[in-house]
């Protein structure tokens, strides 16, 4: 799913092409991905665009008259800039917007289509759309620490709590919290005042490099090629890869239908962390020091 450094490539890119211009069509392919019906979509069309922005993950594109469209991608949506009257034909399609200079296509690339388009009036109703998270990159220390005590919760699902932290996910919570040398199991509200200091401090920086980072790629360009799996992350998405700090394995937890990547020698101490389907497996062969992970044939070593 685009966490905030890729949903700032998408508004950056955005604003600097349909702000100014008319929404000539909206064509939606999927039934699926409108949820609202009034005002219906055809309002939209022959309105100039007014601004681009962000709640949380969601897009929302600001149109004359106080008409907005909001925009989730979900996990696997994703915005393609083409020419004008593009798309609409592939099997991933879901809408595109078609204006003067060019159109914003929408695609999916799952079966699920969970990706969603609401329409709707006035400022007042995009309040609904807001679940209350903290946007990090401008709050204060004292802010940062209200949010992430608010609940006890492990650090892992407490950074991706869109109600306590705005557009963080799976992804870039990995890489924060290997950053900041925290396991990804402590508590929220069972961190020493410095350790609270260094998730806030490193959030921030782990953020502002990707944003930078992204939009040295992304160039005056469109970030055709949003994922969750950079070459350049130090954990996320590199389970047995080696960690670019001390060269320790990278370890998982498994979750449902994410992970939690790790690396146990500078966030756990060494210590391995128990995933719910494999130690289940191992039950008391578990490893639970990285020396034994490494020593236990076929577990933890590097290819």
């Known amino acids: 799913?685009?966490?905030?450094?890729?949903?700032?490539?998408?508004?950056?890119?955005?604003?600097?092409?349909?702000?100014?211009?008319?929404?000539?069509?909206?064509?939606?392919?999927?039934?699926?991905?409108?949820?609202?019906?009034?005002?219906?979509?055809?309002?939209?069309?022959?309105?100039?665009?007014?601004g681009v922005d962000r709640i949380g993950k969601q897009i929302v594109v600001e149109l004359e008259s106080q008409l907005f469209l909001v925009?989730?991608?979900?996990i696997a949506g994703r915005f393609h800039w083409k020419r004008t009257g593009a798309g609409g034909r592939g099997k991933s399609d879901l809408a595109a917007f078609d204006f003067p200079n060019g159109t914003l296509l929408l695609t999916e690339a799952s079966t699920q289509k969970r990706a969603s388009l609401h329409a709707v009036l006035g400022k007042s109703s995009l309040a609904v759309f807001n679940r209350g998270g903290l946007e990090v990159l401008t709050a204060s220390p004292v802010e940062f620490r209200e949010a992430l005590e608010r609940q006890n919760h492990t650090l892992k699902r407490t950074l991706t709590d869109p109600r306590l932290f705005s557009a963080i996910g799976n992804a870039y919570s990995d890489e924060i919290l290997h950053a900041a040398g925290l396991s990804p199991l402590?508590?929220?509200?069972?961190?020493?005042?410095?350790?609270?200091?260094?998730l806030y401090q490193t959030t921030k920086k782990v953020l502002e490099k990707w944003i930078l980072k992204l939009r040295e790629e992304v160039g005056s360009g469109f970030p055709e090629k949003v994922t969750a799996f950079h070459p350049?992350?130090?954990?996320?998405?590199?389970?047995?890869?080696?960690?670019?700090?001390?060269?320790?394995?990278?370890?998982?937890i498994v979750y449902?239908?994410?992970?939690?990547?790790?690396?146990?020698?500078?966030?756990?101490?060494g210590r391995i962390l128990a995933d719910r389907s494999l130690s289940r497996l191992l039950k008391n062969e578990w490893p639970e020091s990285i020396e034994e992970w490494e020593g236990a044939p076929g577990l933890g070593k590097l290819s």
Request: aromatic share 4%; proline share 9%; with cysteine.
């Open 1 to 50: 799913m685009p966490e905030l450094p890729d949903l700032t490539m998408y508004i950056e890119s955005l604003r600097t092409r349909i702000i100014g211009e008319t929404l000539i069509r909206a064509r939606v392919k999927s039934p699926s991905l409108l949820r609202t019906f009034d005002p219906p979509l055809s309002a939209a069309e022959g309105k100039v665009v007014r």
């Open 71 to 74: 925009v989730h991608l979900m």
């Open 186 to 198: 402590r508590r929220s509200q069972k961190l020493s005042p410095a350790e609270i200091d260094t």
């Open 232 to 252: 350049a992350m130090a954990v996320h998405g590199k389970f047995g890869k080696p960690c670019p700090v001390c060269g320790t394995a990278v370890q998982r």
């Open 256 to 269: 449902a239908a994410n992970e939690c990547n790790y690396c146990p020698r500078c966030q756990t101490g």
